[in-house]
């Protein structure tokens, strides 16, 4: 049997076959669906339409419900869709909805799936956005699909796709303090282009991967849509194995694999981390890379540290470092990921303070666990970019209106670059505050 990647192998087993070769369409067994308040109701209208007004989802076990981009607004369409997912639970009898208002409210769907024990080594999630490739930090197959294709596996549990072929991206060596993950996945992206990956697996290999934390991890595979790739991964080793088990409530089995010797790669990059520098991606595009110290001093408005991307504690915890005891100069937003980051930045300290009081302290202004600004959302959205502003962000994408105006400039960066500048209003190397 010839020698396969970690997402060939994957998809095989999913498929029923001993092997699959990049550019084979096959049918795979689906382990979770994620949807959410955006896609969900498009979701279930496509289920109902094609099964049938009484139909019941394949498995109420698998499909995950997790309300996060459009919350906390007074926007009646937005509060709609919730409502549809409410009502679409009730008549499923689904167990796993985070209902917004109710104890078991998350926040945003990436971070909230690995926190409730959805994520596994070597099963196949799909999931209603784009940014679903993050659970491939845990060595699973993880990737977005649209609306018709969701209701599809809805009903069925099934889905038909082309095997990518996957590219290999080795990080050798550990990170500086001064970097992070989003330094990392920004550099990648900057090298190949928003189409650089375009429908191919993105594997994540080398020291410098293993030495990051589970967060940093999800991080780099999160960015992989920003390249265009199917789907990003990291085999699994004892770190998500912990991570996982740690979580997963019903201690489900779960397969671990990485790529055999000699599988084939269409392509291998190959970084020394130590060399990189801390980067940004400047307005209207996540390829569009500087080096931070290129557009030192470039005056700023706003500084957003969120998402699924950068609301993290392994984030919040870069940030307040360089906030500690400082003021910032420009508005600063921070939203925590999830319910359970936002009781963390409220428990664990810094220098005798709360993550939460060194952000308030600074002049922050912190939001509810959600999506938030990252996708503009309705106009009274927290952190919305409502004028033609200029912001630093910790989020994934700055395409124009992104983050609310069409004429606002975001800048794309790590949480340690975004709290630096922040403190001057200017764009600033976080390597001024840690060395
Ligand atoms: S935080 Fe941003 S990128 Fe992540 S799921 Fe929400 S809108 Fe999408």
């Not at 699909?145 to 599809?152: E, H, K, L, P, Y």
């Not at 549990?157 to 050798?172: A, D, E, S």
């Not at 319910?339 to 509810?368: C, S």
């Amino acid at each position: 049997m010839a020698a396969q990647t970690l997402t060939e192998k994957i998809l095989a087993r999913h498929s029923g076959k001993n092997s699959v070769e990049p550019g084979e369409n096959i049918w795979v067994d689906v382990d979770i669906l994620m949807t959410h308040d955006v896609c969900g109701p498009g979701t279930i209208g496509v289920f109902h339409q094609n099964f049938g007004r009484d139909a019941k989802v394949w498995n109420k076990e698998k499909v995950v419900i997790i309300p996060d981009h459009y919350i906390f607004t007074a926007d009646k369409m937005a509060n709609r869709n919730v409502d549809v997912l409410r009502a679409f639970v009730k008549e499923q009898g689904l167990p796993h909805f985070y209902d917004v208002g109710s104890e078991r409210y998350k926040g945003v769907c990436h971070i909230a799936l690995p926190e409730e024990g959805h994520t596994r080594p070597g099963e196949i999630l799909l999931g209603t956005d784009s940014h679903t490739c993050t659970a491939g930090a845990f060595g699973e197959f993880a990737t977005g699909i649209g609306n018709t294709d969701a209701g599809f596996v809805m009903g069925t549990g099934k889905t038909w796709l082309k095997v990518p072929p996957t590219l290999r991206f080795v990080f050798n060596g550990d990170l500086p303090p001064y970097l992070m993950a989003k330094d990392l996945i920004l550099a990648v992206i900057g090298d190949i282009g928003c189409d650089g990956a375009t429908y191919q697996a993105m594997e994540f290999d080398g020291d410098g991967v293993y030495a990051l934390n589970i967060e940093e991890r999800m991080t780099l595979c999160n960015m992989a849509i920003e390249a265009g790739g199917k789907n990003g991964i990291i085999a699994a080793d004892q770190k998500t194995i912990d991570f996982v088990k740690s979580r997963d409530k019903a201690s489900k089995p779960f397969v671990v694999e990485k790529s055999d010797a000699g599988a084939r790669f269409a392509r291998e990059f190959v970084y020394d981390v130590k060399a990189l520098r801390p980067v940004v991606a400047k307005p209207h595009s996540p390829d569009n890379r500087a080096y931070v110290d290129e557009c030192k001093g470039t005056k700023l408005d706003r500084a957003y540290i969120g998402s699924c991307t950068g609301g993290k504690m392994t984030d919040f915890r870069a940030a307040a470092k360089i906030l500690a005891g400082k003021e910032v100069k420009i508005d600063t937003f921070v939203v925590p990921a999830t319910t359970e980051v936002a009781r963390t930045l409220k428990t664990e300290k810094l220098g005798g303070k709360t993550l939460e009081e060194i952000f308030l302290n600074a002049g922050a202004k912190i939001g509810e666990a959600s999506c938030a600004a990252c996708l503009g959302g309705p106009s009274d959205t927290f952190g919305r970019l409502n004028q033609a502003i200029r912001c630093i962000s910790t989020t994934n994408r700055n395409f124009p209106g992104r983050m609310g105006h069409k004429q606002a400039e975001v800048f794309l960066a790590s949480p340690l670059t975004v709290a630096a500048s922040a403190l001057t209003g200017q764009i600033t190397d976080p390597r001024e505050y840690v060395s």
